[in-house]
């Protein structure tokens, strides 16, 4: 398999974004990590169990990474595929909980879901990664430097930052769709997402129309899930707090809510960032502000508090 240099990513084998753990740190071990990284991508692209991986001319490409995973495309013939791999420092059964949340996910939600179609591991349990249908130089949003944009394959891997229109449609259609995602019969909904971290993506060409909520919401989709910050951070998402599902529900939205302000405070606003604080320090202290602090309402005349409970 030869490399191509096709623009869908970043340019690079992947060796440099790989996170190992302290025992594999040096420079020796780190080489043969990524020769078992690269043999087990091979091996995954060579499988016979995979209809869709049938073909002679087959090429591997990496394209981006982030903190519990390597991605790279797999390309037969003019069909192309994706393949999320687990980062080395990654714990094992990590990867196989996400494909299996997003595929639960994606039965009702085809149209904004990426969906995974198969998931593979190692004879060692040491290495997994699952594969998902590409979507062609896909632009991923997320924030660079606080400002929210996307990062663009062509003609060369950049970010792109977005018009105070695109940021404000776009944001709201991600919050929009985390609601979408909720089914309240099955209990099902996204544990975690980073709204500034790559989890969405819109489709190519996305730019080239009105930006409008319908027409966002149309090229917009999930790819992956965020590894359940909220679930495994401060707001106890797993924990059950009501047998009535609207009453689960409404707690849903204000753990989304709530994980969305910390984002914005974390990521937008300088002076939280002059502070150097820890995520689970900023939500202590934004808590220990709105529980303990008296709030005159009347000198906010921008403020408005509505409950509407049925």
Aim: hydrophobic share 35%; proline share 3%.
């Amino acid at each position: 398999m030869e490399p191509v240099e096709e623009a869908l990513g970043i340019p690079s084998s992947g060796y440099e974004y790989m996170k190992v753990s302290s025992e594999y740190s040096d420079l020796e071990s780190k080489i043969s990590e990524f020769m078992d990284i690269r043999n087990f991508l091979i091996e995954v692209a060579n499988s016979s169990n995979v209809p869709e991986f049938q073909g002679k001319d087959k090429r591997l490409q990496f394209i981006n990474y982030g903190d519990t995973q390597l991605v790279y495309v797999l390309s037969v013939g003019d069909r192309k595929y994706t393949m999320l791999l687990g980062q080395p420092a990654t714990e094992f059964g990590v990867v196989r909980k996400e494909y299996e949340n997003l595929k639960a996910l994606g039965k009702n939600n085809k149209q904004n879901v990426v969906v995974p179609m198969q998931y593979f591991k190692d004879e060692k349990d040491k290495r997994e990664l699952y594969v998902t249908p590409y979507l062609y130089q896909a632009r991923c949003i997320g924030v660079e430097e606080k400002e929210w944009g996307a990062w663009i394959p062509e003609p060369v891997y950049h970010f792109k930052e977005f018009s105070e229109q695109e940021r404000s449609i776009i944001n709201s259609s991600m919050i929009a769709m985390l609601i979408k995602f909720f089914d309240d019969k099955n209990n099902l909904g996204i544990g975690a997402c980073r709204l500034g971290g790559g989890d969405f993506v819109l489709e190519k060409e996305y730019e080239n129309e009105q930006i409008t909520y319908e027409n966002i919401l149309k090229r917009m989709k999930l790819e992956n899930e965020g590894f359940n910050m909220q679930k495994n951070g401060t707001f106890d998402i797993e924990h059950i707090y009501s047998k009535n599902y609207n009453a689960m529900k409404v707690h849903y939205f204000f753990i989304q809510f709530a994980h969305t302000i910390r984002q914005l405070l974390e990521k937008g606003l300088k002076y939280v960032k002059e502070l150097k604080m820890s995520i689970k320090e900023v939500s202590a202290a934004i808590t220990q502000t709105l529980t303990h602090k008296i709030f005159n309402l009347t000198e906010h005349n921008k403020i408005q508090l509505r409950f509407d409970l049925k």
